[in-house]
């Protein structure tokens, strides 16, 4: 997933910029994935639970295809990891 490889990205431009994570500058991302969990400091990330997303949406579609009548899923809420690149 892209989304994290740009908060990195912007990780590495405030080092070039002297401001440091998280005095001068807070960052989160919206996806956590590998590059926020391995990222120094480690950035504060939405889990947005995207493989019960796509299990579900995958789900429908089938069943939609199918003219069956799509089954309910239970889907966790999105979820704040807080990480030291938002805390002080």
């Known amino acids: 997933m892209p989304v994290d490889a740009f908060a990195r990205g912007v990780l590495d431009a405030a080092r070039l910029l002297d401001r440091p994570v998280p005095y ?17 400091p480690q950035l504060t990330a939405v889990n947005l639970h995207l493989d019960q997303v796509a299990e579900a ?23 704040l990891v807080v990480r030291k690149s938002s805390t002080v």
């Not at 989160?28 to 590059?35: H, K, L």
């Not at 295809?65 to 809420?77: F, R, S």
């Open 24 to 40: 001068g500058l807070r960052l989160a991302t919206r996806y956590d994935g590998m590059r926020a969990k391995l990222a120094t």
């Open 57 to 79: 949406a995958i789900d429908l579609l089938i069943a939609a295809m199918e003219g069956k009548e799509p089954q309910p899923h239970a889907i966790v809420p999105p979820q």
